[in-house]
């Protein structure tokens, strides 16, 4: 009885013959969509225990950006030297 519900359950599952298996395509790209959260680990100034931070993919794109441009500033910024 077993042996036959499996061979059942088999068949169902399998595609017929004529039909042809549709091809694995990932349903996500390589890079997250723009509006998907995404979380990531960072570390604490004083803990060991890093914080969850969860944000859109263009929330952390634009991060960068300002991060990159924060650092260019202040590597610009130099003080005068005087001789």
């Excluded at 995404?38 to 859109?56: A, D, T």
């Excluded at 990159?68 to 001789?83: C, F, L, S, Y």
């Amino acid at each position: 009885m077993i042996a036959a519900v499996f061979a059942i359950a088999l068949m169902a599952a399998a595609p017929a013959a004529g039909e042809a298996a549709a091809p694995a395509t990932p349903t996500k790209a390589a890079k997250p969509d723009k509006k998907d959260m995404v979380c990531k680990k960072e570390p604490v100034l004083g803990s060991r225990m890093p914080q969850r931070v969860c944000m859109s993919q263009a929330d952390w794109d634009q991060r960068a950006v300002d991060a990159k441009a924060d650092t260019e500033a202040a590597q610009r910024n130099q003080p005068m030297r005087t001789q």
